[in-house]
């Protein structure tokens, strides 16, 4: 094979961009859409945009900002730095230099060791066998353009589900095939379009031609079973369960798509339960829990919140039902971790004035889930919520009343995007807290269910964009999770894409992912008895159990 | 042959608390265990205490009621004194139910002043309850703090209202019986919104709610026992003295329906009902009693071994 | 200790194979761990396997049968020493004493009188469990054909209180309706070896543990397996404590000797016998035996063994049905909401802070929470239009307009086209009531015509 024509491949999404002579690798990065963090605008003052390179460069490597072992390390400022031709620049961008949010709905970390490249479709006559792995979320939809040749990631690229015009949750758009006419086959024809948009966006933003050859798709039960073309009314009602819980491969076509992927091979990710699917299982995948003796944790932080305790012998999901507070919905001012969303935020005890940062870095217009995490707990810690998530009536400063009875507000008028204050009012509060409950509780249900004491798990794995950006001292403030140390929290990003990915590159681990079904058990929390009592405990700030948090945030405080 | 029974032991103590009474009464003093109620093992400094209910609104008294506290009617301060020195009550609930708006209507000056005048008829102890109105609650709980002319308990905190009502305590001296809806959490819960506030456990009550013989009364049975469990075992928050409030056994219809003939008289029946009621409490763990039958007073202290 | 899920599944083959009929292994552990399933259905289960689990499976206090058919009586088997734990599964027996000297017409009268002690409960039906029958007269002839009687008026299982000789004649007469004998302590052995003989169950009492352990080995050598332990104490205090040392030997020592079923003979002048007999049912009595047969008494008795003995691990419900707040009239407003306590509480609490005498209406969701309850299709349009149409609403007021929670705003539309209904849709969470309340005119509940 002839050496590839010269490029940058910018690590770990994969991406190659075409080499452009003379210009930064900020310059490619930004041309390949590869967010990258660099507040002084690229005039390498600020020393933010640090990655690690391997291949030819010059440049990048100023004394002044950079040490000597860094710079030895390979560490170089993306601003500075320029690739030279012949060959494939890597490069690596570090976690910290990573700007927005955004990324990790994209973006995910595969925690398995690295098999042999064992693709499904090997090369056939025409052109580049490609394959797409596709995270179908409720709310959006992900996906990866790989090279089936090499296993390389060419592109990715999301879009919002259009079925949320029929329902922002699982249940409701069940509901919405049942009752309107044909809302079945709309609820389809939309997932479809959808998926179309993204294989577009991918193959638009991919260096490299050729045909799709393979699909892996990671879904929930719901959007799974409309894929599939089944319908999903059994899992709304008891005993929750699905019509199908494994989607033998079909070709594109007979699935109703169209487009670049009508002929390839579609693999559909086999569902755990109705609330618990596809694409817990490709993430259980990339977590690699399942090969660990060591008992883990993992969480996946979406619209639903599902939880899953196990190792490699055993192991058991279920699906909390948290509500998508964490992802911007069911709050006022939430959004989804694009530009313009508060991600984080500092409260001042005396003045209740509020410092923030937001995605990209413009004027904020909403919250998004790690920053409405921060509040709350910024909130709580200052004292201007109580443990109850009431508003104290000491000092009212930085509130005021709104439509929706009385409201923090985070950012004001003057200051936000929207020319209106971002405010958060007790239901915001309530909201979170409901949702933060049912979370724990969830994972406390788990170690009940099997017996197990919190303290033998050894790993806690966070799947989802939010993970990657999660405060855990906020998490611990607010009693997000169970009050584990924050060293054994592992964030995973977009997992479910990682775990598809995994799939697509190694037919060995998409074997893996089809036992992992078989050999996970699903957990209705509903017939929980002991449930919605943890749901009551974890109704409280922190918790109930208070003395347990208390003692988990001494030992992060005393590291 | 010897039998060594397992008898659990705790690392636990529940909180001795002091209801105050006034110059010559007797104060009544409950909680101090380390150990299950009514066994012959641990401490049991305190045995629990039987209190009466004093309730200022017009009600339809039932039938077991109506012969023994209706010729009260209207005039707590001789109910007061008649529970006391007549019927052996060790301490008093006077629920302002008058003060609804629904019941009587009266202001929140009269309640209190009919605080004052309970107190001034009895130096036993009282706990005042409030009328169940929010809005009214919200100006008695301040009214009657102020009025009081000795320290009383003021009944009850929650979610809601425990700042008012706790910081109204605080001022002037009184305890709070802390309510939760038979929930354990929720009882944990609103005991540490009190300890934000400084609130000092010492003058704090739980009340669990507790359900009439018949109408959730298994719920609360078991609240409590695993309220007692929680706070034997060291949960400080738990580790209080539980009140348990009778009254809803008369709001059974077994405990007043005359026409039943297969049931037998109504009138030991309604007494039973809320015996059965309290005897369960006491099992259970509940260190004070709040009952409305003058017999019962009697009967349920009878059970009140320590 | 009992053991957790994860325990049992290390003894398991941990190969998913699906043949016990669970999903996979862990599945089952779960199972065996609620006590629901027991080792015998792994066909691949080693030898120690069955030994551990079969060992941790048999109940720490045993179970003893008395009567036969429906009005069997179940005794002991129990698992926890407080029904938070788990649950407790079988009743006090209640039994209720008559004197066999009686005369015929008053004796008649008496077991009358006992099978009229049954009462309807929440749909339940409770009554006394067993008739015991008292030898006074000492006439074996006569204490025998009593026996006979008494079990044909009622068909209730009966207790044996009698002497050896008037015991064997019975045991005769009525032996094959497996009634509990009851000897008194100075007829002990021969009690046991007439209960062994006949495989009946015995009543075994002596005074305290120091006098119940030498008198249960006696029974055991004389064959009488199925035992009772009556530890004779002369006040309820030393009841309940009797009756908790024997339930936590048995649950806490798995002692083998003493941990039997209690019996209690709360008659024959025992003290407060109703203080006793409530403490008893709460503190772990397996059988009372009582003189009254008052329902005034025996009916608070009955519900109270009712309330502890039912499975704690339901969800909390209430009633569905129709609850008014405050006075409410015909003009009031009328909510509806389900039937999970904790909504009904706080739904209930708010309606009531509004000061606006209402009509809340309670729907049977089998104690679901409004969004669970409408995800699982138990509370819908249709089931709420039923509801207004079936429950006497429209009786009770003369307006047609039903505040529904806003969590389900989207149900409004298939309520006011199956019920004729005006819907308004309410806040998303109650503690919005009051102000919503306040808010809404007397126009809006003006009465409809037609």
Redesign the interface.
Same mark, same amino acid.
């Given at each position: 094979m002839a050496d590839p024509p010269g490029g940058v491949r910018f690590l770990p999404e994969g991406v190659l961009v075409p080499l452009s002579a003379g210009e930064s690798l900020l310059s490619h990065a930004l041309r390949g859409g590869i967010p990258l963090l660099a507040p002084c605008g690229g005039e390498s003052r600020c020393g933010k945009c640090r990655v690690v390179v391997r291949g030819e460069t010059r440049g990048g490597d100023d004394p002044g900002i950079l040490s000597p072992g860094e710079i030895a390390a390979g560490v170089r400022l993306a601003c500075r730095c320029i690739p030279l031709g012949g060959g494939v620049v890597c490069v690596t961008i570090l976690p910290e230099t990573r700007p927005a949010r955004l990324a990790a709905y994209i973006d995910g970390k595969d925690m398995g060791a690295d098999g042999p490249f064992l693709p499904l479709v090997r090369c056939t006559a025409a052109g580049n066998p490609l394959g797409v792995a596709l995270d179908l979320g409720t709310s959006t939809l992900a996906g990866a353009l790989v090279d089936l040749s090499d296993g390389a990631v060419l592109s990715r690229a999301f879009a919002d589900n259009p079925q949320m015009a029929c329902g922002e949750d699982l249940i409701s758009r069940i509901v919405f095939a049942e009752e309107t006419p044909g809302g079945g086959e709309i609820l389809r024809s939309r997932l479809l379009a959808g998926v179309e948009e993204v294989a577009g966006r991918l193959i638009d933003a991919s260096p490299v031609r050729g045909e799709i050859a393979d699909v892996v798709a990671a879904g929930n039960t719901v959007i799974s079973h409309v894929l599939y073309g089944v319908s999903p009314s059994s899992i709304r009602r008891p005993p929750y369960r699905p019509v199908l819980s494994e989607y033998p491969a079909a070709e594109g076509k007979t699935l109703g798509i169209g487009g670049p992927m009508a002929k390839a091979r579609w693999r559909i990710f086999p569902s755990l339960g109705g609330f618990v699917g596809g694409d817990v299982v490709a993430g259980l995948l990339a977590s690699g829990m399942h090969r660990n003796e060591e008992v883990s944790l993992f969480f996946d932080v979406g619209t639903n919140g599902e939880v899953v305790l196990g190792n490699r012998d055993w192991r058991i999901a279920c699906s909390s039902s948290a509500g998508p507070a964490f992802e911007g919905g069911e709050v006022g001012c939430g959004m989804r971790a694009y530009p313009g969303a508060v991600e984080s935020v500092r409260i001042d005890r005396r003045t209740a004035v509020t410092e923030y940062t937001v995605i990209g870095g413009g004027r904020p217009c909403g919250l998004c889930g790690s920053g409405i995490l921060d509040l709350l707990a910024e909130l709580f810690r200052t004292g201007i919520v109580d443990r109850a998530g009431r508003f104290t009536p000491t000092g009212r400063a930085g509130r005021r009343d709104t439509e929706r009875g009385e409201a923090f507000v985070v950012v004001t008028a003057e200051e936000s995007a929207t020319g209106r204050d971002v405010v958060f009012c007790e239901a915001d509060l309530k909201s979170v807290v409901r949702t933060k409950a049912a979370l724990c509780a969830a994972a406390e249900s788990m170690l009940a269910a099997v017996g197990l004491p919190r303290e033998s798990v050894a790993r806690i794995y966070v799947a989802g964009g939010f993970g990657n950006f999660l405060d855990l001292r906020s998490a611990l403030t607010i009693g997000l999770f169970p009050p584990f140390p924050p060293s054994r929290f592992v964030p995973l990003g977009n997992a479910s894409l990682a775990g598809a990915i995994a799939a697509l590159r190694n037919r060995r681990r998409w074997k893996e992912g089809l036992s992992l079904a078989s050999g996970t058990l699903y957990h209705d929390l509903s017939s929980d008895p002991g449930f919605m009592e943890r749901y009551q405990r974890s109704l409280f700030l922190p918790h109930t159990d208070e003395e347990s948090y208390r003692a988990a945030l001494a030992m992060e405080a005393g590291r | 042959?010897?039998?060594s029974?397992?008898?659990?032991t705790f690392p636990g103590r529940i909180l001795e608390v002091t209801l105050p009474a006034g110059p010559g009464g007797s104060p009544v003093v409950v909680g101090g265990q380390n150990a299950l109620p009514?066994?012959?093992e641990g401490d049991h400094p305190h045995a629990p205490a039987v209190g009466m209910e004093i309730r200022t609104g017009p009600e339809e008294l039932p039938p077991a009621l109506a012969e023994v506290i209706g010729p009260f009617s209207g005039n707590p301060a001789a109910l007061a004194q008649k529970c006391v020195s007549g019927w052996g009550a060790r301490f008093l609930f006077l629920s302002l139910s008058g003060c609804n708006?629904?019941a009587g209507g009266q202001g929140v000056q009269d309640g209190a002043a009919i605080v004052r005048e309970v107190l001034a008829a009895t130096a036993t102890p009282v706990i005042v309850g409030g009328c169940?109105?929010?809005?009214v609650d919200g100006r008695l709980f301040p009214a009657v703090a102020e009025a009081a002319t000795r320290p009383v308990f003021l009944s009850y905190a929650e979610?809601k209202n425990y700042?008012l009502v706790a910081g109204a305590a605080l001022a002037y001296g009184h305890g709070v019986v802390s309510w939760s809806?038979?929930?354990i959490?929720?009882a944990?819960?609103i005991n540490?919104?009190l300890a934000?506030l400084g609130f000092p456990g010492e003058r704090v009550l739980i009340d669990p709610l507790t359900g009439g013989? %018949?109408y $959730?009364?298994?719920?609360t049975?078991?609240i409590v026992?695993?309220v007692r469990?929680a706070g034997l075992s060291g949960d400080a928050m738990l580790a209080r003295p539980i009140l348990c409030h009778l009254g809803d056994a008369w709001k059974a219809r077994?405990a007043s329906d005359a026409s039943e003939p %297969?049931? $037998?008289?109504?009138a030991?029946?309604g007494r039973?009902?809320e015996?059965?009621t309290g005897?369960?409490c006491?099992?259970?763990g509940a260190d004070l009693l709040v009952c409305r039958h003058p017999e019962n007073v009697k009967?349920l202290s009878?059970?009140a071994?320590r | 200790m009992a053991l957790t899920a994860l325990d049992i599944y290390k003894l398991l083959p941990k190969t998913n194979c699906k043949e016990c009929g669970f999903p996979t292994c862990l599945a089952f552990a779960m199972r065996m761990a609620a006590g629901k399933a027991t080792v015998d259905l792994c066909p691949h289960a080693s030898g120690e396997a069955k030994a551990t689990l079969g060992a941790a499976a048999s109940p720490p206090l045993p179970k003893v049968l008395i009567g036969a058919g429906e009005r069997e009586v179940v005794l002991g088997d129990e698992t926890v020493l407080f029904r938070h734990e788990k649950t407790f599964c079988h009743p006090s027996a209640v039994a209720i004493s008559v004197r066999d000297d009686l005369p015929d017409a008053d004796f008649a009268a008496r077991i009358e009188a006992i099978r009229g002690l049954a009462f309807e409960r929440v749909g339940q039906r409770i009554s006394v469990d067993l008739v015991a029958l008292r030898c006074v007269s000492g006439d074996a002839g006569k204490y025998a054909r009593r026996a006979g009687a008494a079990f044909e008026a009622t068909g209730l299982p009966l207790v044996l209180l009698a002497p050896a000789g008037p015991l064997a004649a019975a045991a005769d007469a009525v032996g094959a309706s497996r009634p509990l004998l009851s000897p008194p302590p100075e007829d002990l052995e021969a009690g046991a070896r007439l209960a062994a003989a006949r495989k009946l169950p015995l009543r075994v009492r002596a005074r305290g543990m120091g006098g119940l352990a030498p008198a249960l080995a006696t029974a055991r050598e004389a064959g009488a397996a199925s035992l009772v332990a009556d530890p004779a104490p002369e006040c309820a205090r030393e009841a309940v404590a009797d009756a908790t040392t024997l339930r936590r030997l048995a649950i806490l020592a798995r002692n083998r000797d003493l941990a039997y079923p209690s019996a209690f003979d709360l008659g024959n002048g025992f003290p407060d016998p109703f203080l006793a007999a409530a403490l008893l049912i709460a503190k772990y009595g397996s059988l009372l035996v009582m003189d009254t047969a008052d329902p005034a008494d025996l009916l608070p008795l009955l519900t109270l063994r009712q309330n502890l003995f039912t499975d704690p691990q339901r969800p909390i419900q209430v009633e569905p049905g129709i609850y008014p707040i405050g006075a409410p009239g015909e003009s009031s407003p009328v909510l509806i909401t389900t039937n999970f306590s904790l909504t009904y509480f706080t739904v209930r609490g708010d309606v009531e802070a509004a000061r606006t005498p209402a009509l809340l209406l309670i729907s049977d969701c089998d104690g679901m929470s409004v969004l669970t309850a409408w995800a699982a299709g138990k509370f819908t349009g249709e089931s709420i239009a039923r509801q207004l149409a079936e429950c006497g609403i429209a009786d009770r007021v003369a307006h047609r307009t039903l505040i529904l929670p806003g969590m389900v705003a989207r149900l409004s539309g298939r309520i006011e086209e199956l019920s004729k209904w005006r819907v308004l849709v309410g806040p998303q969470e109650s503690s919005a009531l009051p102000s919503y309340l306040r808010r809404l005119t007397a126009a809006a509940f003006a009465p409809s015509r037609g």
């Open positions: - | 042959m010897t039998v029974p397992s008898i659990p009514l066994l012959p708006p629904d169940g109105d929010e809005d979610e700042r809806p038979i929930d959490n929720i944990k819960q540490l919104l934000d013989l %018949g $959730g009364l298994e719920y049975y078991s026992e695993r469990l077994e %297969g049931w $037998g008289d109504s030991l029946r039973r009902w015996e059965a005897l369960a006491l099992a259970a009967r009878e059970a071994w | -």
